[in-house]
T-cell receptor, first 114, second 117 residues
Framework: GNSVTQMEGPVTLSEEAFLTINCTYT??????LFWYVQYPGEGLQLLLK?????DKGSNKGFEATYRKETTSFHLEKGSVQVSDSAVYFC?????????????FGQGTELSVKP | DTEVTQTPKHLVMGMTNKKSLKCEQH?????MYWYKQKAKKPPELMFV???????INESVPSRFSPECPNSSLLNLHLHALQPEDSALYLC????????????????FGPGTRLTVL
């Protein structure tokens, strides 16, 4: 079946540090891959996406590349800010003939200190 | 309009009450979803509507009853809830793009924070 595994948190970084949050997946076929971010007290926001192998999604300084050979979609940012403190979820979406459901990783809480 | 809206933002109800959560989108999306989320955990899928028909029910107890009156609206009717049902309830929507190898991104609303006393 489909599943997503992401590194456990919490992750605590100083401002301007480099961020990597690892995400690997198991899926049949060719899922779409996403990173969602959830700020305290809010819903989930789509941060970036990739729909095929070697695609790079990017937004707000965050990047992730769809690596089919390693079944990975690691999230990176070169210089984090205090405002990036949030919970980050890696997710995959199977095609609708497999139900079209979003499968989430467990989430990684990021705390950025000034 | 790229928003999913949800009302109310907060809801407190007793175990004998009946209440409803509402969700609306005007992006022309044809799939809509209800999720339940506990603190710092991933959302858990409850229901999926596709073209206004219920397509997935993830074995949700009957005290939760979804309704899709039209392509823009999604309701979740609540009755005889338990304290363990207290959570953030999220609505989402997506295009229903057929033929793609992978599924579409889902757009989430801000959620309704439900407390059952």
């Amino acid at each position: 079946g489909n599943s997503v595994t992401q590194m456990e948190g919490p992750v605590t970084l100083s401002e301007e540090a480099f961020l990597t949050i690892n995400c690997t997946y198991t899926a049949t076929g060719y899922p779409s891959l996403f990173w969602y971010v959830q700020y305290p007290g809010e819903g989930l926001q789509l941060l970036l996406k990739a729909t095929k192998a070697d695609d790079k999604g990017s937004n707000k300084g965050f990047e992730a590349t769809y690596r089919k050979e390693t079944t990975s979609f690691h999230l990176e940012k070169g210089s984090v800010q205090v405002s990036d403190s949030a919970v980050y979820f890696c997710a995959l979406s199977a095609p609708y003939n497999q139900g079209g459901k979003l499968i989430f990783g467990q989430g990684t809480e990021l705390s950025v200190k000034p | 309009d790229t928003e999913v809206t949800q009302t109310p933002k907060h809801l407190v109800m007793g175990m004998t009450n009946k209440k409803s959560l509402k969700c609306e989108q005007h992006m022309g999306h044809r799939a809509m979803y209800w999720y339940k989320q506990k603190a710092k955990k991933p959302p858990e899928l409850m229901f999926v509507y596709s073209y206004e028909k219920l397509s997935i029910n993830e074995s949700v107890p009957s005290r939760f009853s979804p309704e899709c009156p039209n392509s823009s609206l999604l309701n979740l009717h609540l009755h005889a809830l338990q304290p363990e049902d207290s959570a953030l309830y999220l609505c989402a929507s997506s295009q229903r793009t057929s033929g793609r190898a992978g599924g579409d991104e889902q757009f989430f609303g801000p959620g309704t924070r439900l407390t059952v006393l």
